[in-house]
């Protein structure tokens, strides 16, 4: 039968997968007898979303049909941003293209040009390719503010990417919300678990600043915490765990590298070079209560007759005969816990004691919990100890890759890949990205901006940007425009024309997902599917990945030597053993089994082979190897002199079950469920400020200020203002208004200057502000 | 005797997630005009101080009552009510007076001004004749929609309905309308707010 089912009335429903989130549900789509798209629902046959669609999904047609879409190639004949434009064939535009990113390449460098996009979603590996095919992979793209600082901080401690999917919320006796929305913005995996949990009465813990968060109010405990303080909270989570033994015991001796010696001082891990004349440079060591000694630390071969020890100080003898002062890793992370109190926690996270304790107490003692965690840890300028302390709540009880707790998506593990994202032809040339923080995956976008604003410390000539939106997810998104506006030469591929595409001197049209063929990966859990087309192309639309891959073969063929996307496909499957042809036949392949702790087979994909508690990665590159709360650049406590004038926190990005990011405020049906911006406030602090419902509102930063409606909510702590981010376009089918000059923008508020100093992720979710009518 | 079949469409709003999905899935299986909802999600709450709060999701949609007050209004017999329970209108008899806009005590009916006529729910009766469920259950995205007939004792909303009885109620079961919606309260909090309405 195949994933193409025929009517008898000659229309047809294909198997696919939606691209309205990342997350890709099951989809069905119902085409009739004339090749229209009548109908998409979900598929039940998907594990994951069984046949539910979230609003943007069930929108889908809505999206394919609309008559904003860009149609054809077009060339910018105007002044930049006039709008004037004339069509062109896709081969001129492809020949212009090209002609431009060899000439820049020879007279500038490779690193002139940049290569760009926006949430990616199943192109990041192909984007990626296409940026190492031109020499430099900038790969310009909002990492900073979403997946890098997880991806990142994760990979490099515990080797698996444990949150999204990972959170096995189905079989999980505790579900914990932190900073994550996930029933609306990617249902698809959550939906399931959470649906079933209220069946199984599950306990249920949200931890989000906004009470408005869908499950809040069905939640044990609700966890209403100061936005930016979560490395606090999760710091006496961990020292309630630690003192009231509620730890797994075992598995942090066994399976995390709790138990190594470090040096007392400098918090350096001891090796068994410095011991012994035989000892190893790499080879850790622990204290073993068996043999009362120094023993080198076991790798995934667990040692039976090794009993290290997790706590306590010890005095050890080097080679030289000088005694070394060392204590455990366990023990530093135990007194850095001790002192935060849930007392003191409390009182910087504006909670009680109490909802500190409880919580703590029924995560660590649940059989299982899953945490789902998100944007709301990352975006903030302290995201690598607050994402390592949440993974280090999961290692120390034990939740790591189990049923029920936060499982290992291998997916995560080979999505960048060299093999796909293809190494750089000239190693030399690559270095050129320009990166300041050592835990960010490409070029860091506000240093690309940078960069193309003042020419230093190279000439940047040319922006490429596949679906990807700079003018409304980038901070300071006027500098951002100020730095593309500088630039000779810019290409934007898009479903509509967007505030970065109205600046472009090409922009193509980029085909919906119902009408192009990808392999749906990423966030698919344990799961390849064939998100195939459901027609063909309208009018000149084009898939990106044709248009990358085309690209990529006409600047170096031997990097894309594909002739069709299908070739590309295979290429891609090649180590499942299936095809592309195969794949849309079945439409679903699994290519990971459903088991537990996977580790006990080759360890955590580490170079200890253990869960890092105690990262040696980070240890390695002069960053703080274990967890830790850290405040953020700029709050009440960090920067007290700029909190008498802006005394509020600003949330920036909350989110609606029905857009995506910048997406869709030009859907009618979209649009009229939340018709305009507007900024969540407390109802008593409005009432304090002659603030009322609907007023026009400014809210504004030391670093700028945007204009939305007042919406008053109990919802929200009295200090904390919350908005919405991806305001720009219009819907004159309902005579709604665009949103021109950023004036909605929320990324006016939040400074390109301070971030993260090891992910560089912004404070786009803590920063301060004032709030007066307009 | 053949046992007559009663549709019903039973809301848990323990587990609504307000994320709408019900409402795109109706306008785009129905072709609904832009701003007119056959169904809609309302937030209420959250109610209290912060944060000790509370806050429910509560759909709302046509009733299709057994004994509906809009059936006895229309003058030119546009709204009927098929075998199963379903309501509908006979947009072929419907001249858009809207009496029947203001007899129905749910607020579950639009006057289409450009079409002239009046519209809502009509319980996907295309959908459910072919044995399938209608857009918004199928859709939802807290699964709380559960549908079937309700003189089944094997259905999945009757035995649903079995082991929620404790916490099922109606809205205004005072009138005498006799809803073919019923909704489960939430587990936790919005019980004061549904306490007015527990039959
Ligand atoms: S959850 Fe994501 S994948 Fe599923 S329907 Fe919505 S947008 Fe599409
Ligand atoms: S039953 Fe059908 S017509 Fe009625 S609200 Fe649901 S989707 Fe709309
Ligand atoms: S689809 Fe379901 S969960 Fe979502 S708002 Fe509608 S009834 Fe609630």
Redesign the pocket.
């Known amino acids: 039968m195949g994933s193409i089912i025929h009517k008898p009335d000659g229309g047809k429903i294909i198997k696919t997968n939606c691209f309205e989130c990342h997350a890709k549900c099951g989809a069905l789509c119902h085409v009739d007898s004339k090749g229209r798209l009548v109908k998409v629902e979900g598929n039940p046959e998907d594990p994951r979303n069984e046949g539910r669609m979230c609003p943007k999904g069930r929108a889908a047609i809505n999206i394919l049909y609309h008559p904003d879409r860009l149609n054809y190639p077009m060339k910018r004949v105007g002044a930049r941003g006039e709008g004037k434009w004339e069509r062109i064939t896709w081969d001129e535009a492809m020949d212009t293209i090209y002609t431009k990113i060899m000439e820049y390449r020879d007279q500038f460098g490779p690193e002139s040009i940049v290569n760009a996009q926006g949430t990616g979603r199943g192109t990041n590996q192909w984007n990626q390719r296409l940026g190492n095919t031109i020499g430099v992979n900038h790969w310009l793209a909002p990492g900073h503010i979403c997946l890098a600082p997880i991806l990142v901080t994760s990979l490099s401690t515990i080797g698996m990417v444990t949150n999204w999917e990972g959170a096995d919320l189905d079989r999980s006796e505790v579900q914990v919300f932190w900073g994550s929305n996930q029933i609306w913005t990617e249902q698809t995996y959550t939906s399931g678990g959470v649906n079933r949990g209220r069946d199984r009465n599950v306990k249920l813990i949200v931890i989000d600043p906004n009470f408005e968060h869908p499950l809040a109010a069905r939640a044990d405990h609700f966890i209403g915490l100061r936005p930016g303080s979560d490395s606090a909270l999760a710091m006496a989570w961990i020292h309630v765990i630690i003192e009231e033994n509620l730890y797994d015991e075992s598995f942090c001796k066994r399976w995390t590298t709790a138990p190594i010696l470090i040096d007392s001082e400098t918090l350096n891990p001891i090796t068994e070079d410095k011991l012994k004349a035989t000892g190893k440079k790499d080879t850790l060591v622990v204290w073993d209560r068996n043999t009362q000694g120094v023993q080198p630390m076991d790798d995934h071969h667990l040692k039976p007759e090794l009993d290290p020890e997790l706590n306590g100080y010890f005095e050890i003898v080097d080679l030289n005969g000088e005694i070394l002062k060392v204590k455990t890793a366990w023990q530093e992370l135990r007194e850095r816990a001790a002192k935060m109190t849930p007392e003191k926690a409390a009182r910087l996270c504006w909670l009680e004691p109490k909802q500190i304790y409880d919580s703590a107490r029924m995560y660590a003692k649940a059989k299982s919990a899953a945490i789902s965690y998100f944007q709301g840890l990352e975006e903030h300028t302290n995201s690598m100890h607050t994402i390592h302390a949440v993974n280090t709540l999961m290692m120390i009880t034990g939740n790591l890759d189990v049923f029920g707790g936060n499982m290992w998506p291998m997916f995560w593990n080979h999505m960048l890949s060299d093999r796909l994202t293809g190494r750089p032809t000239d190693p030399k040339a690559a270095e050129k990205k320009s990166n300041p923080f050592k835990l960010y995956v490409a070029s860091h976008p506000q240093q690309v901006f940078e960069t193309m604003l003042t020419g230093k410390p190279y000439p940047i000539k040319m922006y490429l940007g596949i679906a990807g939106n700079p003018l409304s997810w980038s901070e300071q998104p006027e500098n951002t425009k100020k730095a593309l506006l500088n630039l000779d030469f810019i290409v934007v591929m898009d479903y509509f024309l967007s505030p970065t595409a109205q600046l472009a001197d090409i922009v193509l049209p980029s085909a919906h997902w119902t009408e192009r063929d990808y392999i749906a990966d990423e966030q698919c859990g344990r799961w390849y599917f064939a998100q195939q087309k459901a027609v063909d192309p309208l009018y000149e639309r084009r898939s990106d990945v044709t248009f990358i891959r085309e690209l990529g073969h006409k600047i170096n063929p031997e990097m894309w030597p594909w002739q069709t996307d299908e070739e590309l496909f295979d290429f891609q499957l090649e180590p499942e053993g299936v095809t592309y042809k195969e794949l849309k036949d079945k439409w679903i392949h699994e290519h990971t089994p459903d088991v537990e702790k996977k580790y006990e087979a080759n360890g955590f994909a580490t170079p200890t082979k253990k869960a890092e508690i105690y990262s040696t990665v980070f240890q390695s590159i002069g960053i703080d190897p274990l967890a830790d709360y850290e405040e953020p650049l700029e709050s009440p406590y960090s920067e007290p002199e700029i909190a008498k004038d802006y005394p509020y926190i600003l949330v920036t990005g909350r989110r609606y079950p029905n857009y995506y990011h910048s997406q869709y405020r030009g859907i009618p049906y979209l649009r009229e469920l939340a018709p305009e911006p507007r900024v969540m406030i407390n109802e008593g602090l409005a009432e304090e400020l002659g603030i009322k419902e609907f007023d026009n509102v400014w809210i504004e930063s030391p670093h700028g200020k945007c204009m939305m409606k007042a919406q008053l909510t109990n919802g929200l702590h009295p200090r904390v203002i919350s908005i919405p981010h991806g305001w720009w376009q219009g819907c004159p089918e309902l005579g709604l208004p665009d949103y021109p000059d950023f004036i909605a923008n929320a990324n006016n508020c939040i400074t390109h200057k301070k971030h993260d100093k090891n992910t560089g992720s912004p404070g786009s979710r803590s920063s301060l502000c004032q709030i007066y009518k307009a | 005797m053949k046992r007559k079949i009663r549709y019903t ?1 039973l809301i848990d709003l323990d587990k609504c997630v307000g994320c709408m999905s ?1 409402t795109i ?2 306008k785009n ?2 072709n609904v005009d832009p701003g007119i909802f ?2 809609r999600v309302y937030k209420v709450g959250p109610e209290g101080q912060f944060p000790n709060l509370d806050m429910f999701y509560f759909p709302k ?2 009733m299709h009552c057994n004994d509906p007050l809009c059936i006895k209004v229309c003058p030119t017999k546009a709204t009927y009510k098929t075998e199963e329970g379903i309501v509908l209108v006979d947009h072929d008899k419907c001249y858009g007076c809207g009496y029947c806009t203001w007899a129905c005590p749910y607020g579950a009916r639009t006057k289409n001004e450009k079409k002239g006529m009046v519209e809502k ?4 009766a295309h959908l459910v004749e072919r044995g399938e469920k ?4 199928v859709s939802c995205v807290g699964n709380c929609r559960v549908f079937g007939d309700i003189n089944d004792p094997t259905s999945e909303i009757s035995i649903y309905l079995a082991e929620h009885s404790d916490s099922a109620f109606q809205i205004h079961p005072e009138i005498g309308t006799k809803p073919s919606v019923i909704y489960l309260k939430p587990r936790k909090g919005a019980a004061k707010l549904c306490q007015s309405n527990t039959r």
Do not use: G
């Open positions: 469409l019900c899935a109706c299986e129905n056959w169904n949609q046509c729910c009509i319980l996907c209608p857009a918004c259950v």
